[in-house]
């Protein structure tokens, strides 16, 4: 069985930081996702990494993936207050994605 | 443009009633899926779809029901028997084949009153 956990659960930290957001997952995967979620609204997808090594960055978040260690990273560089909202990583087994499984999501807060 | 759709957006049952959660999807997109999300939690897997009258139970399917009929619809049915459905409830569509994510709709909040 597919096991997705991230961790912090939660993350407060001020403008300006920078901070790490892992995610670890149980068997040997080819593929991880990133997603955004804003209180009360759908998740949006942010990035996704297919092989080992893959770095991907978009603004200030960048998130690499490591299949040995089972492990993958989405780096926050000098944070702003509109990257406040939950980041969920999330894990496929298979080529046809239909056994998507998700962390439980890290509820980041930037405060000025 | 391309999306899904979910509706209603809020839903209010009663003890005992059946109700039944929209999704449309225009995205020529081949599987669909349907999470339960609980506050503060991560999603869970009710049902998902590949194929047009086909589906599989995820890790939640009790007290749910689901049906395929077109490649653009699958709703989602709460049953009376799931004793807590209370939830956020999310569509999603993907391609089967590919390094694709997927694809959420806005959510559908059901509460029993």
């Known amino acids: 069985e597919l096991k997705v956990e991230q961790n912090p659960l939660f993350l407060s930290m001020q403008e300006g930081k920078n901070y790490t957001i892992y995610c670890n997952y149980s068997?040997?995967?080819?593929?991880l996702y990133w997603y955004r979620q804003d209180p009360g609204k759908s998740l949006e997808s942010l990035f996704v990494l297919l092989s080992n090594g893959a770095v991907k960055q978009e603004g200030r978040l960048m998130a690499s993936l490591d299949t040995k260690a089972r492990l993958s990273t989405l780096h926050i560089t000098a944070a702003v207050h509109d990257l406040s909202a939950t980041y969920f990583c999330?894990?496929?087994?298979?080529?046809?994605?239909?056994?998507?499984?998700f962390g439980a999501g890290t509820r980041l807060t930037v405060k000025p | 443009d391309g999306g899904i759709t979910q509706s209603p957006k809020y839903l209010f049952r009663k003890e005992g009633q059946n109700v039944t959660l929209s999704c449309e999807q225009n995205l020529n997109h081949d599987a669909m899926y349907w999470y339960r999300q609980d506050p503060g939690q991560g999603l869970r897997l009710i049902y998902y779809?590949?194929?047009?009258?086909?589906?599989q139970k995820g890790d939640i399917a009790e007290g749910y029901s689901v049906s395929r009929e077109k490649k653009e619809s699958f709703p989602l049915t709460v049953t009376s028997a799931q004793k807590n459905p209370t939830a956020f409830y999310l569509c999603?569509?993907?391609?089967?084949?590919?390094?694709?994510?997927?694809?959420f709709g806005s959510g559908t909040r059901l509460t029993v009153v």
């Open positions: 779809s590949q194929i047009v009258n086909d589906f």
């Open positions: 068997t040997t995967s080819d593929r």
């Open positions: 999603a569509s993907s391609m089967n084949i590919g390094a694709y994510g997927y694809t």
């Open positions: 999330a894990s496929s087994l298979t080529y046809n994605n239909n056994d998507m499984r």
